[in-house]
Each structure stands twice: as structure tokens, then as C-alpha cells.
């Protein structure tokens, strides 16, 4: 079965400075997306960035880039020059072996709070 | 708006009573899904629409959860005899396609306390 891993509850930056927080998962299909959505205080979960498991560079979407080392079955997200307004929860998540990816599973979350 | 708009965003019921939970997706977006989230966890997918055709509602946790989208448009999430156990945040999105949840945007959610 799919799972997802997010082994820290939380996580404390520096403004300015950068983060990286972590995310393993286990799949069995061969070809997988992951994604990683940031959930503020408001409760709306915004897109952050993408992974293809055939991408043959590490997705960067502005501030954000994914550590993505496919053997060892983790994407990491890094998020460099931390901003007060990334302070919010982090999930990485992606779609069911052998199924649409129409749906997602989703880790348990890291909460990041950055401190000025 | 331009965005997922959920309502209410805040509800308490009482152990047993029937609530409904409104979702207004993005105009012309073709598909709609529902999550729940309990405090301190990830979202849960419950079920899914493709326009009005409810697609997989694998996720949905008892036949006292029921949803629908008649019109391929507004959807509501209804849960008869609410238990303490419902008490969590529901997430609504959508998106253009059927695919493709780099596109998803979600609303702000509904959250329910049951007492």
C-alpha cells in the first residue's frame, strides 16, 4: 500500500535562512507524482510544487525546490530564504499505486514556524 | 469569488443531528473532491466528481456520509447522525480536469465539531 512519511512534527527557521523538510514514501508503481501543498492558518491547501518520478531534474518552483533522490524513496522540500508568511503546515502527498491520480494520499505534516 | 468557496466554515452539532456542509467550486471546473481532515493529521480523500457523476466514493467512512453534485456544479457533503468521531475539517476542491492535482485548488474547509 501507498504511504507517505513525514518524520518531523515540527520544525523552527531563522527568517532568511533555509529549511528543508523531509518526506519518504513507498510505492510500488513505477511511474508516481508527489506533490507537496502548504496548509496556512486560513486551512485552504495551496500547491506548492510537483514531481515526476521520470522527471530528470529536481522540480523549483521560485523559493521552493525538491530534493528528490528516487533510490532512497524521499523528496525533500526546500525552502530557501525563509519568509515570516511560510510559518504553516507542509504535506507531502501523492496519488494511490495503479490508480487515477485524481485523489491523494497525503503524510501527517510538518509545522514550520519561522522565526524573525 | 474567484476561488473554492465552503459554507459554513465553522459548525457545531450535536451527537445525532444531520448536518450539511456546501461546497461552490471554481466556475466551469470538472472536478470536485472531498477530504477530511482530523486534527493533527493529513487530509483524507472521501469522494470524488466528474461533473455530477459521482465517481468513487471509496473514502467515505460510513453510509452516514452522502454526497452530491446534481448539476455538476455546487456539491454538499450531508452527514446523517453525527458522531463525535466526525468531528474534523472538510476539505472541498476542484479542478478543470480529471486529472492532474497540480490543479486542484482547495477552499478553506468546514470545520465540525460535534458535541
Known amino acids: 500500500a501507498q504511504k507517505i512519511t513525514q518524520t518531523q512534527p515540527g520544525m523552527f527557521v531563522q527568517e532568511k535562512e533555509a529549511v528543508t523538510l523531509d518526506c519518504t514514501y513507498d510505492t510500488s508503481d513505477p511511474s508516481y507524482g508527489l506533490f507537496w501543498y502548504k496548509q496556512p492558518s486560513s486551512g485552504e491547501m495551496i500547491f506548492l510544487i510537483y514531481?515526476?518520478?521520470?522527471?530528470?531534474q529536481n522540480a523549483t518552483e521560485g523559493r521552493y525546490s525538491l530534493n528528490f533522490q528516487k533510490a532512497r524513496k524521499s523528496a525533500n522540500l526546500v525552502i530557501s530564504a525563509s519568509q515570516l508568511g511560510d510559518s504553516a503546515m507542509y504535506f507531502c502527498?501523492?496519488?494511490?499505486?495503479?490508480?487515477?491520480?485524481?485523489?491523494?494520499?497525503f503524510g501527517s505534516g510538518t509545522r514550520l514556524l519561522v522565526r524573525p | 469569488g474567484a476561488g473554492v468557496s465552503q459554507s459554513p466554515r465553522y459548525k457545531v452539532a450535536k451527537r445525532g443531528q444531520d448536518v450539511a456542509l456546501r461546497c461552490d467550486p471554481i466556475s466551469g471546473h470538472v472536478s470536485l473532491f472531498w477530504y477530511q481532515q482530523a486534527l493533527g493529521q493529513g487530509p483524507e480523500f472521501l469522494t470524488y466528481f466528474q461533473n455530477e457523476a459521482q465517481l468513487d466514493k471509496s473514502g467515505l467512512p460510513s453510509d452516514r456520509f452522502f454526497a452530491e453534485r446534481p448539476e455538476g456544479s455546487v456539491s454538499t457533503l450531508k452527514i446523517q447522525r453525527t458522531q463525535q468521531e466526525d468531528s474534523a475539517v472538510y476539505l472541498c476542491?476542484?479542478?478543470?480536469?480529471?486529472?492532474?492535482?497540480?490543479?486542484?485548488?482547495f477552499g478553506q474547509g468546514t470545520r465540525l465539531t460535534v458535541v
Open positions: 514531481q515526476g518520478s521520470y522527471d530528470q
Open positions: 502527498a501523492m496519488p494511490p499505486p495503479r490508480d487515477s491520480s485524481y485523489k491523494l494520499i
Open positions: 476542491a476542484s479542478s478543470l480536469g480529471r486529472v492532474a492535482n497540480t490543479e486542484a485548488f
